[in-house]
């Protein structure tokens, strides 16, 4: 895709700020209904193929898919110990990365630690600024929001219900469905709706096994419900259908495209109407403000190599940098009309900050498949999904809402999840009997929407760019580890019932944030005293100024976030044009 110039005199009908699934949503949306979209990315555009190399063999790799030594990505222990941004003890290495940024495949992906310092309480931040944003590499699990998270609060007291019910929502849901494309098989859940999907994955056998014992227990084990076209897409050219290669669950990432990702999947077709600007290494530090009307008048950027500053004027500005850096943007951009920053009449930017918890869940050994012939099972984009069982027909006594198992078993290219010890032939003949026999799965669970948890400027430290970094004030409560400590019991309760020998259990739970599902930090709502934006996440400050990732949400849910942040746009989106058509914005 050749980037077209941007033009500083023209006032542009939409600026987006940031290129993942929001901004890509965006400017696919705003482009399709005729509107002229400037789209600025604070990384580059990498050429991404050659970065995922998805084909490569370890053998090919100069340090066998590992990271170059002068690189280090961030372990668990050196999130809980050290203090950010990561000074004393890591000298040796000239690029720090979280923890994502483990292998050679991803190391232009995601961001260099000390470039984009955070402060304040431990938080493991995988942020990736390049084009296409986190969807380079996501985890592609695809999953729907129900009314039991939507009208939550209705159901345990807990929080604010969203503005929006599920019915509200479908149409969209099923517009990104058949545009995007999604693997899975229907369940008829009332908690986690189906898609409308194409062409599914197979479980295995062990995945089966769990499955069916599952189902004694009333609970349902599905196919990993992939943002993946598995039947291709005639109407992207983009987009190959998914050829099995299981890559992307390797290495993250797809470089065919049969896995969603924000460029080949929205962008590139968005350009297609000759209505898109794209401008990259376009680092928006302030949306700027019509003193006399109020209103967002366009947005202030620097370029991140010539470090120039530019000024560029839109009808609309749309932020779309992630939940963290939108609600840092928002901060960001003081005046005189609003002192404690954009669309912060409420006081609530930055605040209701929610995620995932992560950590517990349990290994174990299909003993009937320990010597068996070798199958091909990693063919494919995602294992399997356990969904939520708590909290729904019956109520929990130690904590509310609930989680999600994510997980998968088989024959792999590389085997993992063994326990052999010794060397030599006797090393490789254990490998060959077990391997294929283990299963594994992770707990994801709903972390509350909770005022206290939130982020704020530093006063101090700045990044690269001289833009005041974010600082945490975030901790799991109680009501997280009472259901973290229910995971660890649950995961083993389960596979002690489907008759696995189980290896390992773990009640581990994981720095906050890893999750990578950021969400809440500018939540919708009616009222304008407790939320940020209405339904329509448009600012109920500033009627053009709409912020369309997931810090519109009001509650993190167990469910992945992603197609609910696109859906979710498509819908404002389509609001936005509308207005704008009437002379409303
Ligand atoms: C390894 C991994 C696995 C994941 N697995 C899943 C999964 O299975 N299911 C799921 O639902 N989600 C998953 N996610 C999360 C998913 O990637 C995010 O929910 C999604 O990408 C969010 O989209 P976004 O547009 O809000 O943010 P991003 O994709 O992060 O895009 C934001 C963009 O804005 C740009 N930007 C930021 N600040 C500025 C600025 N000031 N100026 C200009 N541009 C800016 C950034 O550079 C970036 O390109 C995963 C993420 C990772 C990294
Ligand atoms: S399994 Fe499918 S989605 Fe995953 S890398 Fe291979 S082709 Fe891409």
């Known amino acids: 895709m050749a980037e077209s110039e941007i033009d500083l005199k023209k006032t542009y009908d939409a600026v987006v700020v940031g290129s993942g699934a929001a901004g890509g949503m965006a400017a696919h949306v705003l482009t399709s209904r005729g509107l002229q979209v400037l789209m600025l990315e604070a990384g580059k555009k990498l050429p991404i193929e050659k970065e995922l190399r998805s084909m490569e063999w370890p053998y090919n790799n100069e340090h066998r898919g590992e990271l170059p030594p002068d690189r280090h990505s961030l372990t668990f222990n050196e999130y809980t110990i050290r203090n950010p941004p990561y000074g004393p003890g890591f000298e040796k290495s000239k690029h720090l990365h979280s923890y994502i940024g483990s292998s050679d495949y991803v190391k232009n992906i995601v961001v260099d630690e ?12 995988v942020r990736a600024r390049c084009l296409g944003g986190k969807t380079n590499i996501w985890g592609r699990l695809a ?15 807990f929080g604010e219900d969203w503005p929006i ?81 299981g890559a992307c669950e390797r290495k993250g990432g797809c470089d065919i495209h049969a896995a969603f990702d924000s460029p080949t999947g929205l962008i590139y077709p968005a350009a297609d109407t000759g209505k898109l600007t794209l401008r990259t290494n376009a680092v928006v530090r302030e949306v700027t ?89 990693d063919g494919r984009p995602g294992g399997f999904y356990l969904t939520r069982f708590r909290n729904l027909t019956e109520k929990h006594p130690k904590f509310i809402r609930g989680y999600g198992f994510e997980g998968g078993s088989g024959a792999r290219m590389f085997p993992q999840g063994t326990d052999a010890h010794g060397f030599g032939s006797s090393f490789k003949e254990e490998i060959r009997q077990n391997q294929g026999s283990y299963i594994g799965m992770g707990a994801f669970g709903e972390v509350l929407a909770r005022y206290e948890n939130f982020v704020d400027l530093d006063p101090v430290v700045k990044d690269k760019w001289g833009v005041p970094a974010l600082r945490f004030h975030y901790k799991f409560g109680d009501n997280e580890h009472r259901m973290a400590e229910d995971m660890k019991e649950t995961a083993q309760e389960m596979f002690e019932a489907a008759g696995f020998k189980i290896m390992h259990v773990s009640d581990r739970v994981l720095t906050e944030g890893w999750s990578i599902h950021e969400m809440g930090t500018a939540r919708m709502g009616n009222d304008p005293k407790t939320s940020v934006l209405n339904q329509f996440e448009q600012s109920h400050d500033v009627k053009n100024l709409f912020v369309v990732d997931g810090s519109a949400f009001v509650n993190a849910s167990c469910q992945n976030p992603t197609w609910t942040i696109m859906a979710l746009c498509w819908r404002s989106c389509d609001y936005l044009a509308d207005e704008l058509g009437k002379g409303n914005l």
Request: aromatic residues 8%.
């Open 289 to 377: 403000v019509d003193p006399q009307t109020g209103k967002a008048s366009g947005v202030h950027f620097i370029d991140s190599e010539t470090m120039k500053d530019y000024n560029v004027r839109a009808k609309v500005v749309v932020v779309a940098a992630s939940t963290l850096e939108s609600a840092r943007l928002l901060l960001l951009s003081k005046s005189q009309l609003y002192p404690n920053g954009l669309a912060n009449s409420s006081g609530h930017v930055g605040h209701n900050f929610c995620e995932h918890i992560m950590g517990p869940g349990v290994t174990g050994q299909a003993k009937n498949l320990v010597g068996k012939p070798p199958t091909l099972d």
């Open 143 to 157: 999953l729907r929001l129900s009314d039991y998270d939507f009208k939550a609060k209705s159901r345990d007291g």
């Open 114 to 125: 000390r470039e984009n310092p955070l402060t304040g309480t431990n938080y493991a931040w």
């Open 165 to 245: 019910s599920y019915s509200d929502l479908a149409p969209y849901y099923d517009k990104v469905d058949l545009y995007l494309g999604i693997t899975g098989v229907k369940e008829n859940l009332p908690h986690l709706p189906d898609s409308i999907f194409q062409r599914p994955t197979k479980l295995n056998c062990a995945e089966v096994t769990l499955q069916q014992s599952l189902r004694k227990m009333g609970r349902v084990l599905t196919q990993y419900r992939a943002g993946v076209t598995t039947d291709g897409l005639k109407h992207n050219k983009y987009r190959s259908r998914c050829w099995g290669r």
